[in-house]
C-alpha cells in the first residue's frame, strides 16, 4: 500500500546506516577510542529508550494498548536479576575496555548527543500519539543494521564476541515484534492525508535524531576531530588499553 511504501522509503533515503561513522564501525576502520565514543554516547540513547517509552505511557488511556507498549520497558530495563537491554550495553561497554559505572554515569556524553536523544523523549512526550507512535518505526530499519554491526563487529575487533553482542543480538528477537504492532498502529490510525503527512513528518525527524548523534560524534572523534567541552577526552573512565595515540592533539 502507497503510504506503508512511503513510510519506507523514509528509511531507505535517511536511516543512519548510511552514515560514514557506521561505515567506518561495521568496517572495522574504528579505533578503539572511537569504538568507545560510540559507545558512551549510545548509552545516552538507551538510557533514554525506556523513559520515552513511560512518557508515551503516561498519556495512553487506552489499558490494552498500554499493556503491549509495556513490554518495551522490560525489554530495556528487565529485572532485578537479570537486568535487560541497559545491562546489556554495559557489558558492551566492558568488552571494550570501559568501566560500566563511567559509562552508566553519562559523564562525557556530548552536549549534540543529549539534544538530540532529549528532543526525541520531548517529541513522544508532546506530541499526538499517532506521530508518537510514528517516531519509534526507524525500528522497521534496525534489524538489518544489527546483523551487519553483528556480522561487521565480529570480523573487525578482538573485543567482540557473543557476550559483548549480546545487545543486537537479543534486539533482533524484540525489535520485529514492536515495529509490527507500530507499524499496524499508523496504518490503521493514520486515515486521512494529513494524519499520513504528520507520521511521515514524525519518522523523518526521528532518522534526524539518529542521524545528528552520528554527526556529533564524527564531529569530535574522526579527524580532524574536535571535542567540544565536556566530551570524553580519550581516556577517562578507561580500563583497557589506551591507543597509542589516543586522539592526542585533538583536544588541545
Ligand atoms: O542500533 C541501532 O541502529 C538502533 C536503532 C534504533 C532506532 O532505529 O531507533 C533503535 C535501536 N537500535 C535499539 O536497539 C532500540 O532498542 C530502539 C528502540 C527504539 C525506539 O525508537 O523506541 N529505537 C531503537
Keep these: 500500500m502507497a503510504f506503508e511504501k512511503r513510510l519506507r522509503a523514509i528509511g531507505a533515503a535517511r536511516y543512519h546506516d548510511k552514515h560514514p561513522f557506521h561505515q567506518m564501525l561495521h568496517g ?13 554516547n549510545r548509552y545516552y540513547y538507551q538510557s533514554r529508550i525506556p523513559m520515552k517509552d513511560a512518557a508515551f505511557l503516561s498519556r495512553c488511556e487506552d489499558p490494552q494498548l498500554r499493556r503491549i507498549w509495556r513490554s518495551r520497558i522490560e525489554d530495556h530495563d528487565g529485572g532485578i536479576s537479570e537486568g535487560g537491554g541497559i545491562r546489556r550495553w554495559l557489558k558492551l561497554a566492558e568488552a571494550v575496555g570501559l568501566d560500566p559505572d563511567f559509562v552508566a554515569s553519562t559523564h562525557g556524553v556530548l552536549a549534540g548527543t543529549r539534544f538530540a536523544v532529549d528532543a526525541y523523549v520531548h517529541f513522544v512526550r508532546e506530541k499526538p500519539l499517532l506521530e508518537a507512535v510514528a517516531s519509534s518505526l526507524t525500528e522497521l530499519f534496525a534489524p538489518a543494521i544489527h546483523e551487519n554491526r553483528i556480522a561487521g563487529l565480529l570480523k573487525h575487533y578482538a573485543f567482540a564476541d ?3 553482542l549480546s545487545y543486537f543480538r537479543q534486539r533482533l528477537n524484540e525489535a520485529p515484534q514492536d515495529v509490527r504492532f507500530g507499524l499496524a498502529f499508523v496504518l490503521d ?11 511521515a513528518a514524525a519518522l523523518t525527524f526521528k532518522t534526524d535524531v539518529l542521524w545528528s548523534q552520528l554527526d556529533t560524534l564524527h564531529s569530535a572523534y574522526v579527524a580532524p576531530a574536535r571535542i567540544p567541552p565536556g ?15 589516543p586522539l592526542r592533539g585533538a583536544a588541545e
Design 231 to 245: 566530551g570524553w577526552d580519550g581516556r577517562e573512565g578507561v580500563t583497557g588499553a589506551l591507543d597509542e595515540n
Design 189 to 199: 490510525h493514520a486515515d486521512t492525508l494529513e494524519k499520513q503527512d504528520a507520521a
Design 162 to 164: 557473543d557476550s559483548a
Design 28 to 40: 572495522g576502520g574504528c579505533s578503539m577510542t572511537q569504538v568507545r565514543a560510540w559507545v558512551i
